[in-house]
């Protein structure tokens, strides 16, 4: 079993007056050639963007773009003609695949929206543009492991990778056993919030923790804790 661990207050860093954000990994201004990527995870940013702001136009390609608000609505608009709102509770997945230009901004002008905005290096290149949310029910992954990110599961939104994201709110004392999907893939953990030991790491909130080269991670819950599970690929393919 292989391990990384990446503090919170290791974290990239960048204020901009309407965007506040954490980079676990390297992103814009920030650069550490040690933390390009996880296998096929390459950005997990931490961002918080004041009301009435957020980000303009801008295309991408080639790339799987999950965003999870975690408080607050994200107002989504891109060039397929979509124009949607993301609440606490949803999951949303963009592939940009051949191309696609979107504009992700705060739908309210009274309050903050927080948000986890993660990119993953897609399996297959060139695909046609796609866009998928769903909510989940949060009584749905109180101590459980609730699968919301999948390319084999119906009730998750698909993704162009051999990629799972869960999500988990484990009470105080819990524990649980999680099953990396593939041999190949390795899986990184991000506190939401709580505290909680991932064999035998104990870690706080907006903590990672990279594991490959194993079956399982096993997981107690020190606090009242949410957690993010990324299981994905550990060796990228060749273009």
């Known amino acids: 079993m292989k391990t990384i661990l990446h503090k919170a ?4 860093h960048a204020s901009f007056g309407w965007l506040n954000s954490y980079h676990t990994f390297s992103f814009g201004h920030y650069y550490n050639p040690e933390r390009i990527h996880f296998g096929a995870l390459r950005v997990l940013n931490d961002d918080t963007v004041k009301g009435g702001m957020g980000f303009s136009k801008h295309p991408h390609d080639n790339m799987e773009i999950v965003s999870i608000p975690l408080s607050g609505d994200l107002h989504h608009k891109d060039t397929t003609g979509r124009d949607e709102i993301i609440r606490q509770h949803d999951v949303q ?16 002008h009274d309050k903050e929206v927080k948000f986890l905005q993660i990119w993953v290096f897609p399996k297959e290149k060139n695909i046609e543009p796609r866009y998928q949310q769903k909510s989940f029910k949060p009584e749905d992954r109180l101590n459980q492991v609730l699968t919301v990110v999948a390319p084999d599961d119906e009730h998750a939104v698909w993704i162009n990778q051999d990629a799972w994201f869960s999500l988990a709110n ?3 004392g819990v524990e649980k056993i999680y099953q990396i999907k593939r041999k190949e893939n390795g ?13 035998g790491e104990q870690l706080d909130a ?10 399982t991670i096993n997981i107690t819950a020190n606090s009242n804790t ?3 599970l990324i299981d994905v690929p550990m060796k990228l393919e060749e273009a």
Do not use: C, K, P
Not at 93 to 102: D, E, W, Y
Not at 187 to 199: D, K, L, P, R, S
């Open 170 to 172: 484990l009470e105080a």
């Open 187 to 199: 899986v990184y953990a991000f506190i939401i919030g709580g505290q909680v030991t991932i064999n």
């Open 206 to 215: 907006r903590d990672g923790l990279g594991i490959w080269e194993t079956e």
């Open 9 to 12: 207050n290791t974290r990239g």
């Open 226 to 228: 949410e957690i993010l």
């Open 93 to 108: 997945i963009m592939s940009a695949g051949s191309g696609i230009a979107h504009s992700e901004t705060n739908a309210n």
